[in-house]
């Protein structure tokens, strides 16, 4: 057997495999969630996210400690690469998400984030916001984690765009720990591993052969430390939250680009 077969036939074992994890998590979702706690639920969910990321050879690495649960309310702020960044949160924190409402539509995806409680926000309209952020302030008194992208859309994980702050509104209502958490995904060289960012006119699809074209790719998860959201305004908060991201993944040049992870290895040790 060719070098070329062999990777082609494990690619699409892969795929496959991949494929099956996503129909095993309709079915989980569907007929098991309703019998279980919530508590029950953050596992369940935990544990299919993980393996989610062995099957597509992505190695999870947690850099800082992730927050306590029950403390106080608690939403995770994050910089916004791929349809990845919610399994590798997942793996660690189980998590609600806002999303926008087309992922709502995506085949087996959009179903899947509705059966684990993602709240899907009309962008286009600008009430949409208000009914979304008092929703996920009510769930995050509840002892819900709520994890947002306050970038709004995502990039090809060299840089960090400005947050939009109308999404952080909910952990002021709810006094919420704000939790913020940079992720950035390598090549097994160290390089930014751009193959896996959901990006441009690139397609879900796209980033799925994109990803499997590479033997393994690394995930860091970096836990920063957390801001009161309290007597402040959600401003301060969303920039406070992306100054401490962005000086994370590159400390060297605060409003600049980044093409190795020297950075985020050198403020995880």
């Known amino acids: 057997m060719s070098g070329r077969l062999a990777q082609w036939i494990k690619r699409w ?9 996503l129909l095993r998590g309709l079915f ?4 098991i969630f309703p019998l279980q706690s919530g508590e029950r639920r953050k596992r369940e ?3 299919w996210s993980l393996n989610l990321l062995n099957l597509l050879n992505v190695r999870l690495f947690l850099h800082g400690k992730p927050p306590v649960y029950g403390s106080r309310p608690l939403m995770i702020v994050s910089n916004h690469v ?6 590798a949160i997942n793996a660690i924190v189980p998590s609600r998400f806002v999303a926008k409402s087309e992922v709502r539509a995506w ?8 059966r684990a409680g993602t709240i899907f926000i009309e962008r286009a309209r600008r009430q949409d916001t208000t009914r979304v952020n008092h929703t996920v302030a009510a769930a995050l008194r509840a002892g819900d ?3 947002v992208f306050p970038e709004g859309t995502t990039t090809d994980g060299s840089t960090v765009l400005k947050f939009h702050a109308s999404l952080l509104e909910p952990a002021l209502q709810a006094a919420a720990m704000v939790q913020p958490v940079a992720l950035r995904f390598e ?6 591993c751009t193959e896996v960012a959901y990006d441009g006119d690139r397609s879900g699809w796209d980033v799925l052969m994109g990803m499997t074209s590479h033997h393994e790719i690394l995930a860091h998860v970096c836990f920063l430390d957390p801001i009161v959201a309290e007597d402040c305004h959600r401003r301060d908060i969303a920039r406070e939250a992306r100054d401490a991201i962005l000086l994370t993944l ?11 992870g020297a950075g985020l290895r050198a403020a995880a040790h």
């Open 45 to 47: 969910i935990e544990h």
């Open 145 to 147: 984690v709520f994890a």
């Open 107 to 114: 085949p087996l995806v959009g179903w899947l984030c509705a």
């Open 28 to 31: 989980i979702s569907t007929f």
């Open 250 to 260: 590159a400390p060297e040049e605060r409003y600049s680009r980044t093409d190795t």
């Open 82 to 87: 791929s349809w990845l960044d919610i399994f």
């Open 187 to 192: 090549r097994s060289d160290g390089t930014l």
């Open 13 to 21: 074992t892969r795929i496959a495999r991949f494929a099956l994890h």
